[in-house]
């Protein structure tokens, strides 16, 4: 089955201790791309990659790294964790290296709700 | 950068009725507008979409026009029903040459489909 998995889905930690949260695509995907959702405030783009290696900021990407060393994988870093940092994060990827591009929509995975003491 | 802005933030509709939700944005440069529902403890999903060289799109139920001398485009949906209650985005990315791969999002409307 086609589709976007994010690991874990639920996540309690501590400020300052360092975590991943894995994604991965097994749709053969270009683009992918992590967001954090927070009442009021929507989707916020974090970080995005539109190849192999290719990473840039998105509009809150302060707190958090990424790495795109294959093309399925693209995890979301949190070195120092801060209470600030507790939302719903979507992990997403579309065929293209622009979503929209050709038919190409965004896929989102199922979510990874982190909770930071 | 882009922003973009959706009003209103919760939307209160009899079933039957039709809801409408608005969205402007700041980028004359855009060309690529989804809608996305995202249905309680669920992941955002496509509903529809509509490019910069369309000013109408319809897919049953479901429209979107886009006005690109104001920078706005707005979802429709008629003949409401409960299970259309969910919270809706819009968004906005430009494509091409001007391609930043970024795709910004609204803020979100929660829609209520009262039976």
């Known amino acids: 089955e086609a589709q976007v998995t994010q690991n874990p889905r639920y996540l309690i930690t501590v400020t300052g201790k360092k975590l991943t949260v894995t994604c991965s695509q097994n749709?053969?995907?270009?683009?992918m791309s992590w967001y954090r959702q927070d009442p009021g405030l929507g989707l916020r783009q974090i970080y995005y990659?539109?190849?192999?290696?290719?990473?840039d900021k998105g509009d809150v990407p302060e707190g958090y790294k990424v790495s795109r060393k294959e093309k399925r994988n693209f995890p979301l870093i949190l070195e120092s964790p801060s209470p600030n940092q507790t939302s719903l994060y979507f992990c997403?990827?579309?065929?293209?290296?622009?979503?929209?591009?050709?038919?190409?929509?965004?896929?989102f995975g199922n979510g990874t709700r982190l909770t930071v003491t | 950068g882009e922003n973009v802005e959706q009003h209103p933030s919760t939307l209160s509709v009899q079933e039957g009725d039709s809801a409408v939700i608005k969205c402007t944005y700041s980028?004359?440069?855009?060309?690529?507008f989804p809608w996305y529902k995202q249905e309680l403890g669920k992941r955002p999903q496509l509903i529809i979409d509509?490019?910069?060289?369309?000013g109408k799109k319809k897919d049953q139920r479901i429209a979107v026009t886009l006005n690109k001398t104001a920078k706005h485009f707005s979802l429709h949906i008629t003949e409401t029903q409960p299970e259309d209650s969910a919270v809706y985005f819009c968004?906005?990315?430009?494509?091409?040459?001007?391609?930043?791969?970024?795709?910004?999002f609204g803020q979100g409307t929660t829609l209520q489909v009262k039976p």
């Open positions: 968004a906005a990315s430009k494509g091409g040459s001007s391609n930043t791969g970024k795709l910004i």
């Open positions: 980028d004359s440069a855009s060309n690529y």
């Open positions: 509509i490019r910069s060289n369309v």
């Open positions: 749709m053969n995907h270009e683009y």
């Open positions: 990659s539109m190849n192999v290696e290719v990473t």
């Open positions: 997403a990827s579309s065929y293209k290296p622009t979503p929209g591009t050709g038919g190409s929509p965004l896929h």
